[in-house]
């Protein structure tokens, strides 16, 4: 089955810093999601990105389907952006939703 | 507001104490599914449902039921809990029976169990 990788696995910022994180994955995908879970242990889908680029405000996605990776960008960090991002392309043939093992990012006031 | 709610947030419980974590979701999604979070091994999938009347074991079945009567419900049983299902529960909806991926997938906001 397709393999998830997320990386870097842990990233501590500072406030106002931009970031980038990368999921890579194995096989060809005709789409992927993004999810944030807040440190109160909430899911939230930022992103239902098939290919190209989306952005919500101060996050933007882009994924290459062809390169078999994506991006999740966001700007100015805030406090609020602390958690860990999941992204989750479907499995060929089932369409089952595979979960990376996430990025766990902490920004500091 | 379009919506995935479980209940409890929270429950504690002993050994061998039947009991149900509801879920329903009011998006007129035909998918539904439940997770387990824990530690090191990410979220695993336990069952799920592509419609009415239709489910299928996920990842980590053993030790849970569910069924899907009516298409918002989705209610996950633990006939006889035990301290190895102590985790954090998801359950999620999507708008795809057959095709989850292809729509996004919505969580509620988790329910944490603890068996004693």
């Known amino acids: 089955g397709i393999q998830v990788e997320q990386s870097p696995p842990d990233l501590i910022l500072q406030e106002g810093a931009n970031s980038t994180l990368r999921c890579n994955f194995s096989?060809?995908?005709?789409?992927l999601q993004w999810f944030h879970q807040n440190p109160w242990g909430q899911l939230i889908n930022l992103f239902y990105?098939?290919?190209g680029t989306k952005q919500n405000g101060r996050l933007s996605a882009t994924t290459v389907a062809t390169e078999r990776y994506s991006l999740l960008y966001i700007s100015s960090s805030q406090t609020t952006d602390s958690g860990v991002y999941f992204c989750?392309?479907?499995?060929?043939?089932?369409?089952?939703?595979?979960f990376g093992k996430g990025t766990r990012l902490h920004i500091l006031p | 507001e379009a919506q995935v709610t479980q209940n409890p947030r929270y429950l504690i419980t002993v050994t061998g104490k039947k009991l149900t974590v509801t879920c329903s979701q009011n998006?007129?999604?035909?998918?539904m599914s439940w997770y387990r979070q824990d530690p090191g091994l990410g979220l695993r999938q336990i069952y799920y449902?592509?419609?009415?009347?239709?489910?299928d074991k996920g990842d980590v079945p053993e030790g849970y039921k569910v069924s899907r009567k009516e298409k918002r419900n989705f209610p996950l049983i633990l006939e006889s809990p035990s301290p190895n299902q102590t985790s954090l529960y998801f359950c999620?909806?999507?708008?795809?029976?057959?095709?989850?991926?292809?729509?996004?997938?919505?969580f509620g906001n988790g329910t944490r169990l603890t068996v004693t």
């Open positions: 999620a909806s999507s708008l795809l029976g057959r095709q989850p991926g292809n729509s996004p997938l919505h």
């Open positions: 096989d060809s995908v005709n789409n």
């Open positions: 990105i098939p290919s």
């Open positions: 989750a392309p479907p499995r060929k043939g089932d369409d089952k939703i595979i």
């Open positions: 998006m007129n999604h035909e998918y």
């Open positions: 449902s592509m419609n009415v009347e239709v489910t």
